[in-house]
Nanobody, 124 residues
Framework: QGQLEESGGGSVQSGGSLRLSCTPY???????????MGWQRQAPGRQRELVAT??????????DSLKGRFSISKGDDGHGNTRLVLQMDNLQPGDTGIYYC????????????WGQGTQVTVSP
């Protein structure tokens, strides 16, 4: 069973920035069949919502309400492992929540793998 390891959450004041990373530890087969990687978040008392996605062919998509402040990309963790990065700028208290990375295969209708979640807290 593979896993996604997240890092980078924390507490910042309004207007600050955070950078979340997600490193997948999956079998070669699971990596081969990745269609989409992305991030979702869940604020207290609210449903989980989609933040951003990055498709296998490099297409990036960010939720309309977050465009201009959030961006998604792929990077390297320095040890040869590809990781998914969520750059969050000009953070606002409404961005507070738990952020989850996910990976979905082409044949799936829902994510196949989830990260453990990382807390982001933005104070006024």
């Amino acid at each position: 069973q593979g896993q996604l390891e997240e890092s980078g959450g924390g507490s910042v004041q309004s207007g600050g920035s955070l950078r979340l990373s997600c490193t997948p530890y999956l079998s070669a087969g699971d990596i081969l069949h990745i269609a989409v990687m992305g991030w979702q978040r869940q604020a207290p008392g609210r449903q989980r919502e989609l933040v951003a996605t990055l498709s296998r062919d490099g297409k990036m998509d960010v939720a309309d309400s977050l465009k201009g402040r959030f961006s998604i990309s792929k990077g390297d963790d320095g040890h040869g492992n590809t990781r998914l990065v969520l750059q969050m700028d000009n953070l606002q208290p409404g961005d507070t929540g738990i952020y989850y990375c996910f990976i979905q295969h082409a044949v799936s209708t829902e994510p196949d793998f989830w990260g453990q979640g990382t807390q982001v807290t933005v104070s006024p």
